[in-house]
């Protein structure tokens, strides 16, 4: 079974003693939770999360299978979510989309031997600097395809020399 650790532990006391229910603190647990697990959140941190906060473990993934911000598989080091809502897609989003996942040989639904997963996200909330995407928690904005390669390939560069 997954272990929630300490910090996540403190995390979840302090944010459950904000609200008049538990349940409400639910959505910022599961982000705690999803960076504790390395980008994702798998049935036995639903599990964990359940117990300490002693709530049902049904009340918790309603909202976890609802939000699409919580990923429900591993996403490797490097998750690439590329914007296509109408601002992004109108400026090339699913173009990027399909040059970043043939350059990096990202299959769907799958991670890359860089350790890079990509998904297709709805609006992230930066229309105005179309097409932009995503990685990890990081924003890049104004992308042309070889901006975002660059991009990519700095991270995993970064990487390899840490």
């Keep these: 079974?997954?272990?929630?650790?300490?910090?996540?532990?403190?995390?979840?006391?302090?944010?459950?003693?904000?609200?008049e229910t538990k349940r409400s603190a639910i959505i910022p647990c599961l982000f705690e939770l999803q960076k504790d697990n390395q980008g994702w959140i798998s049935n036995d941190c639903i599990e964990s999360l359940s117990q300490f906060m002693d709530i049902p473990s049904k009340d918790i993934n309603e909202v976890f299978h609802f939000y699409t911000m919580f990923n429900k598989k591993s996403v490797?080091?490097?998750?690439?979510?590329?914007?296509?809502?109408?601002?992004?897609?109108?400026?090339?989003?699913?173009d990027l989309f399909k040059v970043l996942s043939d350059e990096f040989k990202i299959e769907k639904n799958g991670v890359s031997k860089d350790s890079l997963a990509i998904?297709?996200?709805?609006?992230?909330?930066?229309?105005?600097?179309a097409p932009m995407m995503q990685v990890n928690e990081k924003y890049y904005e104004n992308l042309t395809k070889d901006k975002a390669i660059q991009v990519i390939k700095d991270l995993i560069a970064s990487k390899k020399t840490n």
């Design 1 to 19: 079974m997954f272990t929630i650790s300490e910090k996540t532990k403190k995390f979840i006391t302090k944010e459950v003693s904000r609200y």
């Design 76 to 94: 490797g080091d490097f998750h690439i979510q590329v914007c296509c809502n109408i601002s992004c897609h109108m400026n090339g989003g699913l």
């Design 119 to 129: 998904s297709k996200v709805e609006c992230l909330g930066s229309c105005g600097t």
